[in-house]
């Protein structure tokens, strides 16, 4: 399939193993936040948000956190599998009709 | 599948040529987007539609223009192509085009500019 071929951040991760992926907002008025995951070949997919009033928010094997003070914001994974293997975008934005910007992403490589 | 269709899935070109990238939004969606991703520049929003309405405009060069029709499929037209404007570009839809809306994203159309 197509890749993007950034020579992006990359993490490589055993499988089984949790994953952190961080990501540094640039926007200090941003108040929406959120992870797209990317695997070869196919547009980004959703997989978690939160908003600037919560710090943290868990999905099913997804976990966020947001910490404002720092601008950053970071992913976690637990239990990582191999189809984990994806490169992801933290995005930003306010709870408005405006853009969301997109950073550059991390390539998260999972080794069986 | 997100339910948000692209076509072509390839396009090549030359320089200095026009094409037309198409985007069928998943059934419901009012929102359309339209974003870049090439090698050297990330994802990058260009604009976004509502309701056949431009409603947000980011990076998106002169030499390109959207629209999105009554019938919600939206198109984005390249024109005087430059190498520098190979890249894969995707689409996205979204119910009501709030930030908060979760955006479906197309396979995406890679072009490529001779």
């Known amino acids: 399939g197509e890749s993007v071929g950034l020579h992006l951040p990359t993490l490589s991760v055993q499988e089984g193993d949790n994953s952190i992926i961080n990501c540094a907002y640039s926007n200090s008025a941003s108040d929406y936040f959120i992870w797209y995951k990317q695997e070869s070949g196919k547009g980004p997919q959703f997989i978690i948000d939160i908003r600037s009033n919560m710090d943290k928010r868990q999905g099913q094997r997804v976990t966020v956190l947001l910490n404002k003070t720092v601008k950053h914001l970071s992913l976690q994974i637990a239990a990582t599998q191999p189809g984990d293997s994806a490169v992801y975008f933290c995005?930003?934005?306010?709870?408005?009709?405006?853009?969301?910007?997109f950073g550059p992403g991390t390539s998260l490589s999972v080794i069986p | 599948d997100s339910g948000v269709t692209q076509t072509p899935k390839h396009l090549i070109t030359a320089t200095g040529q026009r094409v037309t990238l198409r985007c069928s939004p998943r059934s419901g969606d009012l929102s359309v987007y339209w974003y870049q991703q090439s090698l050297d520049q990330g994802l990058q929003f260009l604009i976004q539609y509502y309701n056949g309405e431009e409603r947000a405009k980011g990076n998106i060069l002169e030499r390109f223009s959207a629209q999105q029709f009554p019938d919600l499929h939206s198109e984005l037209n390249l024109s005087s192509l430059e190498l520098g404007d190979s890249a894969l570009y995707f689409c996205?839809?979204?119910?009501?085009?709030?930030?908060?809306?979760?955006?479906?994203f197309g396979p995406g159309t890679r072009l490529t500019v001779l």
């Open positions: 996205a839809s979204s119910v009501a085009g709030r930030n908060t809306d979760t955006q479906y």
């Open positions: 995005a930003e934005g306010k709870t408005s009709y405006d853009k969301v910007i």
